[in-house]
Every structure is written in structure tokens, then in C-alpha cells.
């Protein structure tokens, strides 16, 4: 009874000063934000975080995201990879908290009759032994050590969180940036056929004129390389089509297969260009955020080493039962216990402990740089996506206007060579640039709606946490990290 008040003293002793936890706390480094962002546009901060594929106004797309949410296997393989972690948190929780276990045995011995003291010979040497045992430690967490370990783990769970949302936001942004890829494909497919078709015509005409002695054989072959380098691009185009429709179809979870079409390029809409302040980018975008709790894992890593130095504290208790007759087995004299405190700590470690705290303190600064170079990363991406999106736009309504003349220069052309005014070559020229012109232009017709998708990408924002709880591995149905319950 002494001994159970000792252990209890000792160990009210050592709760009280369990506040005590060793290594530095975790602050966010500091990093030089810009003001604002190279490019001047009106703050938007609310379409951020809105389900920003539906301005597209293409059901077919909104279908397209939904089923790669569904059924992407990189999202269910990151789900995963949290409940890794929320496993590793449950485990590190545990060594704080006591530990209640059991254990039985039976078992047939011999004892020796020429051993010291030796056996009377009035003893039977062959006797059973049944065994009984209620067993109880728990481990005092003196100096924080398995405090900086559940703290470390639990960082390691959101970081996986967050790397879960990146998936959610490159498949969303994957999918939208390949259709629109697609569609854009289609139209200069379409391009290439119709003008292979107008081509071939003039050949036919051609070739009907030559018959008649109208035109020269240099015509005839000016105008069948026409018809050819039209027809050229047919195969090239299609065989583009299908590598995208190939990406697309394993983005949803599927096999290579054809995709279905919904609006044409011409026909989308170009959804609002979000632009918010760049210090937002630090509170949202999955990538800083895994690379800031990374870096508090590492930070609390280290005050889990630097803990080693001190000591260790612990308590056991044993209850049960030793017999040799099954029959008093659970009798009164057959019942054994124990109650232990054990003290230990290093003296000398010849430089161990010292190697994982310097090791430790080395993997933080790793962590804080790869946290500074993210987020400077992310400045950069979005600046660029940015500037590019208003760029590419621009780009689009001057190749628009490029077209247009270009088309009227070509039917002149057209004209001028009816009336016998200019040769072949004038109208092969034009109409081959009006032909290079209208594919540039159905590129960067799909350009445009790509680099507003990247402005949404390199933002980050509520949407990631709207397309994710359209999978089926959403993060409020896994478990938040915080929420996690120990068992």
C-alpha cells in the first residue's frame, strides 16, 4: 500500500511538470509579399472560389469534371496516402496515454531433482503451471518528446491533406485545359477538311483547264500542292485529337477512348479572370501549405531529438494470478502483483543523440527553404499566368483581325486572277497563308480559355475544396486531421 501511495505521488509530481516541452515553437517565416501583381485588373476574389468550369457554360465539360472526380485514381491514391498519416497521428498519440494489455499461459514442466536447492523426493518433478497477467504502463511525457511527435505527425497529416487538394486542383484544371485542348483540335480539324475540300475543287476545275490548254502545267502543279499540303495536315490533326482524347479518358479513370464534344471553341465562354492580392496566395494554394506544414513537422522533429537528452519516466503495474492446480487458479493465494516507477536517461551516447538533433535541425532548414521557394514559385506561376492570360487574349483579337484581312486579300487575289490580272502563284500564296492563319488562329482561340484556367490553377482557392467534395474520397469524409480521435 506504501508503495502504490509512492507511485501515485510520483506521478501526480511528474504530470505537473509535464508542461514542460522541449525544442522551439513553430512561427511561420517571414517572406517579402508584393504589394500587388505585374498586371493591373480588377480584384475578384469571390469568383476564386466558385466552381469557375461552369462559366464555361458546356455541360459536356461540367460531366467531363465530375466523372474525373469520380473516378481518378490519383485522387483515391493521395486519399489514401491521409489515411497513412491519420494512422501515424493515432500511433504517435498513443505512446502518451497508457497502455493496458494481457496475457496467459499453460504450460507442462519438469523440474530438475539434482538441481540446488534438489527437489525432496517426495515432490513430484512433472507439475502444470497456469498463468494469469492484467498488465499496465504508461510512459510520462516529462519533456514533450511524445508531445513534438503527435505534433509533427499532425502536421504530417495536414501536409498530406493539402497534397490531396493539389491533386483535386491539377485534375480539375487537367481536365478543363485538355477539353478546351480538344475543341480546339476540332475546329482546325475542321479547318483543314474544308479547305482540303476547296482546294481539291480547284483542282478538279484545274485540271478540266488544263485539258483545254487555259493553264500551264506549272499551274496545275502549283495547285495540286495546294490540295496536298491541305490534306497533310488532316492526319497530323486527327492524330493530335487522339492523344488528347487518350489523357482526357485516363484523367477520368477509364481506358483510352473517344470523348465527348459539347460546345465548339467559338461557342464557350470566357470565364471572369479571378485576380486577388498575392498575400491570399499563402492562406490557399495546396502546394504553400503542404510546404508550410512540412516545415512545422521538421520543426517539431526537432524538439522530439533534443528531448532525448533528458530522461524518461515511466510506471508499470502487473495483476494476476501463478498456479500449479487449475483448481486455484483464481483462489486468493495464487494472486500476484506489481507496481514500478523507472527513471532513465543518457550519460554519455558517444555523439547519437547529437547526430538526430543536428540531423533534425538540418531537415528543418531543408523544410523553411523549400517553403521559401514554393511560395516564390507561386508568385512567379501566378504573375505569368496572368500576364499571359491577358496577353493570349490580345494575341487572339489580333489574329482574328489578321484573318479577316487575309481572307478579303485572298478573294481579291481570287478575283484578280479570274480577270487574268496576276498568275496562280499570287492566289496560292494567299490562300496558304489565309489556310495558316485560321488553324493559328483556332489555336489560340483555345489559347485563351487555357490561360484563364491557369490563372485559376496557379490561384488556388475555395474551388479546390469544391471539387473535392465532389469525390468520393472528399476530405470531410476521410477525416480532418484535427478531428481525428485516438484509439
Given at each position: 500500500?506504501?508503495?502504490?501511495?509512492?507511485?501515485?505521488?510520483?506521478?501526480?509530481?511528474?504530470?505537473?511538470?509535464?508542461?514542460?516541452?522541449?525544442?522551439?515553437?513553430?512561427?511561420?517565416?517571414?517572406?517579402?509579399?508584393?504589394?500587388?501583381?505585374?498586371?493591373?485588373?480588377?480584384?475578384?476574389?469571390?469568383?476564386?472560389?466558385?466552381?469557375?468550369?461552369?462559366?464555361f457554360d458546356d455541360p459536356v465539360l461540367n460531366d467531363l469534371v465530375q466523372s474525373a472526380l469520380q473516378g481518378n485514381l490519383d485522387v483515391r491514391i493521395a486519399a489514401a496516402r491521409v489515411d497513412q498519416f491519420i494512422g501515424a497521428l493515432r500511433s504517435a498519440r498513443s505512446q502518451g496515454l497508457p497502455q493496458i494489455g494481457y496475457g496467459a499461459n499453460v504450460s507442462r514442466n519438469r523440474a530438475s531433482q539434482a538441481g540446488m536447492p534438489p527437489l525432496p523426493p517426495t515432490l513430484d518433478p512433472v507439475f502444470d503451471l497456469y498463468q494469469g497477467m492484467l498488465s499496465a504502463s504508461w510512459q510520462i511525457d516529462l519533456f514533450g518528446r511524445v508531445r513534438r511527435l503527435t505534433e509533427a505527425a499532425q502536421a504530417q497529416v495536414y501536409a498530406s491533406e493539402q497534397a490531396q487538394r493539389g491533386v483535386v486542383l491539377s485534375l480539375v484544371t487537367g481536365v478543363?485545359?485538355?477539353?478546351?485542348?480538344?475543341?480546339?483540335?476540332?475546329?482546325?480539324?475542321?479547318?483543314?477538311?474544308?479547305?482540303?475540300?476547296?482546294?481539291?475543287?480547284?483542282?478538279?476545275?484545274?485540271?478540266?483547264?488544263?485539258?483545254?490548254?487555259?493553264?500551264?502545267?506549272?499551274?496545275?502543279?502549283?495547285?495540286?500542292?495546294?490540295?496536298?499540303?491541305?490534306?497533310?495536315?488532316?492526319?497530323?490533326?486527327?492524330?493530335?485529337?487522339?492523344?488528347?482524347?487518350?489523357?482526357?479518358?485516363?484523367?477520368?479513370?477509364?481506358?483510352?477512348?473517344?470523348?465527348?464534344?459539347?460546345?465548339?471553341?467559338?461557342?464557350?465562354?470566357?470565364?471572369?479572370?479571378?485576380?486577388?492580392?498575392?498575400?491570399?496566395?499563402?492562406e490557399r494554394r495546396p502546394d504553400i501549405l503542404q510546404a508550410e506544414q512540412n516545415l512545422v513537422a521538421a520543426n517539431a522533429n526537432v524538439g522530439a531529438a533534443r528531448a532525448l537528452y533528458y530522461p524518461t519516466i515511466s510506471l508499470t503495474g502487473a495483476l494476476g494470478s501463478v498456479s500449479t492446480a487449475f483448481g486455484d487458479f483464481l483462489s486468493g493465494p495464487a494472486q500476484v502483483w506489481s507496481v514500478a516507477a523507472g527513471l532513465t536517461g543518457p550519460i554519455f551516447t558517444s555523439g547519437a543523440i547529437g547526430g538526430q538533433v543536428q540531423s533534425a535541425e538540418a531537415q528543418k532548414r531543408q523544410a523553411e527553404l523549400v517553403y521559401?521557394?514554393?511560395?516564390?514559385?507561386?508568385?512567379?506561376?501566378?504573375?505569368?499566368?496572368?500576364?499571359?492570360?491577358?496577353?493570349?487574349?490580345?494575341?487572339?483579337?489580333?489574329?482574328?483581325?489578321?484573318?479577316?484581312?487575309?481572307?478579303?486579300?485572298?478573294?481579291?487575289?481570287?478575283?484578280?486572277?479570274?480577270?487574268?490580272?496576276?498568275?496562280?502563284?499570287?492566289?496560292?500564296?494567299?490562300?496558304n497563308d489565309l489556310f495558316s492563319a485560321e488553324l493559328a488562329l483556332a489555336s489560340l482561340q483555345a489559347s485563351r480559355f487555357n490561360q484563364v484556367i491557369g490563372v485559376y490553377q496557379a490561384m488556388g482557392g475555395g474551388w479546390v475544396d469544391i471539387a473535392d467534395s465532389r469525390t468520393p474520397v472528399a476530405l470531410s469524409a476521410a477525416g480532418k486531421g484535427n478531428s481525428v480521435q485516438g484509439r
Open positions: 500500500m506504501r508503495t502504490l501511495t509512492r507511485a501515485a505521488l510520483l506521478a501526480a509530481a511528474t504530470c505537473l511538470a509535464g508542461c514542460i516541452t522541449v525544442g522551439p515553437d513553430y512561427s511561420r517565416p517571414e517572406v517579402q509579399v508584393p504589394a500587388t501583381w505585374r498586371i493591373d485588373l480588377p480584384q475578384a476574389e469571390e469568383v476564386v472560389n466558385t466552381a469557375w468550369w461552369e462559366q478543363a485545359t485538355s477539353y478546351i485542348t480538344l475543341r480546339g483540335l476540332d475546329r482546325q480539324l475542321d479547318i483543314a477538311r474544308a479547305t482540303a475540300g476547296n482546294f481539291g475543287e480547284t483542282l478538279r476545275i484545274f485540271e478540266l483547264r488544263y485539258r483545254d490548254g487555259l493553264v500551264s502545267q506549272t499551274e496545275l502543279a502549283q495547285v495540286r500542292s495546294q490540295y496536298k499540303l491541305a490534306q497533310t495536315a488532316i492526319p497530323a490533326i486527327e492524330q493530335q485529337i487522339d492523344i488528347v482524347e487518350n489523357g482526357i479518358s485516363v484523367l477520368l479513370g477509364r481506358t483510352p477512348g473517344q470523348i465527348p464534344r459539347g460546345k465548339s471553341v467559338s461557342e464557350l465562354v470566357l470565364p471572369v479572370i479571378p485576380a486577388d492580392l498575392p498575400s491570399t496566395l499563402l521559401r521557394q514554393t511560395v516564390l514559385g507561386a508568385f512567379g506561376d501566378t504573375n505569368n499566368a496572368l500576364v499571359s492570360s491577358q496577353k493570349t487574349i490580345e494575341q487572339a483579337e489580333l489574329q482574328q483581325q489578321r484573318v479577316e484581312a487575309l481572307r478579303e486579300f485572298a478573294r481579291l487575289s481570287r478575283l484578280k486572277f479570274e480577270d487574268g490580272l496576276i498568275g496562280y502563284l499570287e492566289v496560292l500564296i494567299s490562300e
